[in-house]
């Protein structure tokens, strides 16, 4: 039975892929900070853990180092969007450290073991790290910054058998978006589900040994959003 690292593994996407995977036979280790609404019980295994924070990420290095781990997901992610000037220091030194220092640091933390197991590496990006984003000039920079590293980690490790992926998803029906001021679309065609992007990356790891789909970046069919 293979073990998954997921981090944000209590809602949203996280939550969907530590779903599917369990239901696929592989072994959860959840990474999170509040599992009160999560009921995984068997093939799971939760770890609290603020990845804001270094100190509770050294402390967490302790927890999963030597377990056997073959496949480091990150997801955890936040997002604080409008003018870069009003966005205050302690939100956007946040958005920096969960959404690009965490997945560096746990890469960091790992590689020696995935590299014993040609492990798998999947980071969750956004669309936004491939185009300008005007009032998200900050979230979309940790995005671009984690799908940049994605691209030089894999040139650095490919020989040694790891794979490293990056998923870009647009739009997608999280409570992401419930202290934003804007959100999905009611149509169901203007946004994707957590689910969708849970299946990606069950084909992602479905994939042969000698494939690796470095990139793949999930659009709904229509671009809609709807101001609060």
Do not use: W
């Amino acid at each position: 039975m293979k073990k998954v690292i997921v981090t944000g593994a209590t809602s949203g996407i996280g939550k969907a892929i530590t779903k599917l995977l369990i239901k696929h036979g592989f072994y959860v280790i959840g990474i999170g900070r509040n599992f009160s609404k999560i009921d995984f019980k068997d093939n799971f295994e939760r770890i609290e853990c603020d990845l804001t924070k270094l100190n509770e990420i050294e402390q967490l290095s302790k927890k999963i180092k030597n377990r056997g781990v073959e496949i480091l997901i990150n997801s955890a992610g936040i997002g604080y969007f409008g003018p870069h000037e009003e966005i205050n220091t302690k939100k956007l030194h946040e958005l920096i450290s969960l959404n690009l220092e965490a997945p560096i640091l746990l890469s960091h933390l790992l590689l020696r073991e995935l590299k014993k197991r040609d492990g798998i590496i999947i980071n969750i990006s956004s669309i936004t790290a491939k185009k300008s984003s005007v009032f998200g000039c900050a979230y979309s920079a940790t995005k671009a910054g984690l799908s940049h590293f994605s691209r030089g980690l894999f040139d650095e490790v490919r020989k040694t058998g790891v794979k490293v992926i990056t998923i870009h998803p647009d739009i997608t029906k999280t409570p992401f978006y419930d202290n934003l001021n804007f959100c999905e679309a009611e149509e169901k065609l203007s946004y994707l589900t957590p689910e969708t992007v849970a299946n990606a990356v069950l084909y992602i790891l479905s994939q042969p040994k000698e494939v690796v789909i470095t990139d793949i970046t999930l659009q709904p069919q229509k671009h809609m959003i709807k101001r609060k």
